[in-house]
């Protein structure tokens, strides 16, 4: 989907697969330019994976996707120090806005996570 637009891609479908694209066998941090993360993730949840990364001092720009009806993930994400929020369901529409206008997800939301960023601090 975002290949499409010149992006250049890896994908995971879990939390530990994105783990080991992170942290390839026999080697340190791969650092890329931007992570999107789902907190919806199967075994790590994207909450986690971030929480991980953070861990190491790394500040990669993050967007994160969740769903409406948790803002509690939300919340935690911009505590881990997420540059973007995108709710769920996402489209690749939102996630090209999100990319392009870091570090907020996109003009009607700079306003909420200013907002949440206000709530964790």
Known sequence: MLRSR?????EARTGVEVVAHLFPR????VEPSLIVLSAQLPGYNGLSVLAGVRS???RTPTIMTW??????MALE????GVAGLVREPATTS???VA???LPFANVAQTFELGAMRQRVS
Do not use: C, K, N
């Open 6 to 10: 010149g992006m250049r891609v890896a």
């Open 26 to 29: 026999g080697t340190s941090y």
């Open 56 to 58: 190491l001092g790394r």
């Open 67 to 72: 769903p409406e009806d948790e803002e509690w």
């Open 77 to 80: 994400a911009v505590r881990l």
């Open 94 to 96: 939102d996630l090209v």
């Open 99 to 101: 990319i392009q206008t």
